[in-house]
């Protein structure tokens, strides 16, 4: 069997002191090179750019231009004269006679009533006392066409139908609605009364037209 050869074994403690000096003087001769690098490198001081200085001065000129607005202006005050207690105003004579004041030239007219009501919201609505057929349209019945009519009118207190408030509410032709608006305006109707008094009612009046 080959035996192994052994090593020398380093000391390292007898290698410390050159290492240490080998340090040292690496460390000195970066530290010479730094100083020789900086000393040649020129540094020059920072100066604000003119165009930025006119900019600030203009700014400034600006704020000095601002007017400060004035304060506001005070209303005058009123001075309002309070009657001291047991004093009243000389405009009132709170001692006047009430019982001879003349009410007689007082002109108060009675209020108007002209009211148009619904019919349920009078307590006897009114009654239709003429029926009025209306006439039907030639051109319908050659045609055999058949409808119906709703008109709605306005009775006032004599139960007559008021002109111009007659309108169609529904019909299924036009060709009914003329004579149906007619016949409407002819009828007659015992008026609408609220308790002793009568009034105008919305009424509405259907009108059938059929072929006999």
Avoid: H
Avoid at 6 to 13: G, K, S
Avoid at 54 to 83: C, F, G, K, S, W
Avoid at 171 to 192: R, Y
Avoid at 201 to 210: K, Y
Wanted: aromatic share 6%; hydrophobic share 40%; proline share 10%.
């Amino acid at each position: 069997m080959k035996q192994t050869e052994r090593r020398p074994e380093v000391n390292m403690e007898q290698d410390y002191p050159r290492n240490l000096q080998v340090a040292l003087s690496i460390s000195l001769i970066s530290i010479i090179l730094l100083f020789s690098l900086l000393k040649g490198m020129q540094i020059t001081p920072y100066s604000r750019p003119q165009a930025e200085n006119i900019t600030m001065l203009e700014e400034m000129a600006a704020l000095e231009d601002i007017t400060v607005p004035p304060p506001p202006v005070q209303r005058p005050q009123v001075q309002v004269e309070v009657a001291e207690p047991g004093e009243t105003p000389d405009e009132v004579d709170v001692n006047a006679d009430i019982d001879n004041w003349d009410f007689g030239n007082l002109d108060v007219a009675p209020p108007q009533v002209d009211s148009v009501f619904e019919p349920y919201a009078v307590e006897i609505p009114p009654e239709i006392t003429a029926f009025v057929t209306p006439e039907y349209p030639e051109v319908a019945r050659q045609a055999g066409i058949e409808g119906r009519v709703v008109v709605q009118v306005v009775v006032d207190e004599n139960g007559r139908v008021i002109p111009g408030t007659e309108r169609i509410l529904t019909s299924t032709n036009e060709v009914f609605n003329e004579p149906a608006l007619v016949a409407a305006m002819a009828c007659t109707f015992k008026p609408g009364q609220m308790g002793d008094r009568k009034v105008k009612v919305r009424v509405n009046i259907p009108f059938a037209f059929r072929l006999r």
